[in-house]
Every structure is written in structure tokens, then in C-alpha cells.
């Protein structure tokens, strides 16, 4: 499975935008980016994901590099409920599962 | 929707025992999987379903069966429960292909004395 390199923790300051990084250099044509973010004492939730174009929801924007080998999650305003753990996963075809990593610990300052 | 379901909320198990972690979902989506996530540790798969009545081993899958008789449930029995089984157990479900979400029940936490 494909591996992808996350910082172990981060910290922003409430309503201001975070920019979490992720690399992934062996990725290959076929697979997913998935992002997760795990509250405390909470399953993983949903975040995003892509394959090639950037992508935008209600929750955050993923920016994908040209070359796929990094990605990047933004949230445009970080409130005190973005603290968590967000993990960088990519999903292959064929694969059925995602391989979770470290993940990079959020702290968001009031 | 009630989405993913798991039970036990929280379980103590004594060493040699058996049980088993029981997970529904009423989204009817194909696939399944178990992950144990240890103190401080991000999720590690244990096993996975693409369908009902087919299997496959995760990463971490000794010590533990799976079964998926129907789409809606996937249960994990523990087979004699060893204290490095002591964990948080997430079962998530998943519609389709690899280009959908994963949603992930609450979690059962199991502590084995």
C-alpha cells in the first residue's frame, strides 16, 4: 500500500485558515486521496477526497499538486470543533480499504 | 438512518474468553471493515468485507474471525481474548467503489485483564 508522510501536530489560531500537508510520493495513477479527521473519544468523519483536480465542500478545500505526489487540506476558518486528528489516506482500486497513518494532531488556540 | 451501529459500548473481558463485537448498518453498502486503534495510534485494519459472503484479511488479523451472512451486519468475534487485544474497535462502512466515503460507527472499547 502506498504510503503518505504527515507532520505529528499543528497548531492554528481560531478563524484563521490552517493549510495541513500531506506527501505521498509513491502514489500511483489510480489512487484516491482521502482525508479523515478523528474528534476525541470519536470514530473518523469524513472530510474529502480527490484523484487529480482540487477539490472544495462545506466542511474544507483539497489542493492536489500537479504531480499528485503531495496534497494539502485547508480550512478557511478554524473554529475550536476543528481540533482533532486528521489523517492523510490514499485509497487504491482494487485495494477496498483504506491504510490509516499517524494522522497530524490539529490545536486550534481561542 | 441509524448509519453504522455498534455494540457493546464498552466491554471487560478476562484472558481465554471469547466474544463478539457486533456491527450493523442500514445504508445497504457492499463494503465493511474492522480497525483496532491502540492508545495514540492511528486505525489499523483488522479485516474486510466487499460483500456478503466474502472476507479478507487486514493488516492485524490474528486472533480474530469475521463472518458477513447478510449485507447489513458484520460482526468481529474475538477468540480468546489475550490482554494486547485491550483497544478501541471501529467498524465503518462504505458504498460502492473507492471513490466513496467511509463512515464509522462509535466505536467499541474492549479492555482484556
Known amino acids: 500500500d502506498a504510503k503518505t508522510t504527515q507532520p505529528n501536530s499543528m497548531e492554528s489560531n481560531e478563524e484563521e485558515p490552517v493549510h495541513l500537508p500531506c506527501n505521498h510520493s509513491t502514489i500511483s495513477g489510480t489512487d484516491y486521496i482521502h482525508w479523515y479527521r478523528q474528534l476525541p473519544s470519536q470514530g473518523p468523519e469524513y472530510v474529502i477526497h480527490g484523484l487529480t483536480s482540487n477539490v472544495n465542500n462545506r466542511m474544507a478545500s483539497l489542493a492536489i499538486a500537479e504531480d499528485r505526489k503531495s496534497s494539502t487540506l485547508i480550512l478557511h476558518r478554524a473554529t475550536l470543533r476543528d481540533a482533532a486528528v486528521y489523517y492523510c489516506?490514499?485509497?487504491?482500486?482494487?485495494?477496498?480499504?483504506?491504510?490509516f497513518g499517524q494522522g497530524t494532531r490539529l490545536t486550534i488556540n481561542p | 438512518n441509524a448509519g453504522v451501529t455498534q455494540t457493546p459500548k464498552f466491554q471487560v473481558l478476562k484472558t481465554g474468553q471469547s466474544m463478539t463485537l457486533q456491527c450493523a448498518q442500514d445504508m445497504n453498502h457492499e463494503y465493511m471493515s474492522w480497525y483496532r486503534q491502540d492508545p495514540g495510534m492511528g486505525l489499523r485494519l483488522i479485516h474486510y468485507?466487499?460483500?456478503?459472503?466474502?472476507?479478507d484479511q487486514g493488516e492485524v488479523p490474528n486472533g480474530y474471525n469475521v463472518s458477513r451472512s447478510t449485507t447489513e451486519d458484520f460482526p468481529l468475534r474475538l477468540l480468546s481474548a489475550a490482554p494486547s487485544q485491550t483497544s478501541v474497535y471501529f467498524c465503518a462502512s462504505q458504498r460502492g467503489s473507492v471513490s466513496n466515503e467511509q463512515f464509522f460507527g462509535p466505536g467499541t472499547r474492549l479492555t482484556v485483564l
Open positions: 468485507s466487499v460483500g456478503a459472503g466474502i472476507t
Open positions: 489516506i490514499l485509497f487504491s482500486q482494487g485495494a477496498q480499504k483504506l491504510v
